[in-house]
């Protein structure tokens, strides 16, 4: 059982920036290492959306409204990842959840608030 902990959602203004973190707790180690990982967001009344993932090699892929704006990466060290937000828009606006993938299945965090308003 691999535990998620969000952190550094808030509120910002259009064109600033903001970094979320997802810590992973787990007893071994190297599930983290070879888990493939991700970040979700949903915004209300919309369904949740795949933003950024990183693989245990570290390639990584991003949906198309982020790209060039938002940076994910991965501490695995520190068992932690990122997601770096710039220019944020206010349509970026939703709960973000991070994902952990190992051997097929699914750990989720509880999720972070981001709202991006003037």
């Known amino acids: 059982q691999v535990q998620l902990v969000e952190s550094g959602g808030g509120l910002v203004q259009p064109g600033e920036s903001l970094r979320l973190s997802c810590a992973a707790s787990?007893?071994?180690?190297?599930?983290?290492?070879?888990?493939?990982m991700g970040w979700y967001r949903q915004a209300p009344g919309k369904q949740r959306e795949l933003v950024a993932s990183i693989t245990s090699g570290g390639r990584t892929t991003y949906t198309d409204s982020v790209k060039g704006r938002f940076t994910i990466s991965r501490d695995n060290a520190k068992t932690t990842m990122y997601l770096q937000m710039t220019n944020m828009k206010p349509e970026d606006t939703a709960v973000y959840y991070c994902?952990?993938?190992?051997?097929?299945?699914?750990?989720w965090g509880q999720g972070t608030q981001v709202t991006v308003s003037s």
């Open positions: 994902n952990l993938n190992f051997n097929g299945g699914d750990s």
């Open positions: 787990t007893r071994i180690f190297s599930v983290f290492v070879l888990s493939a």
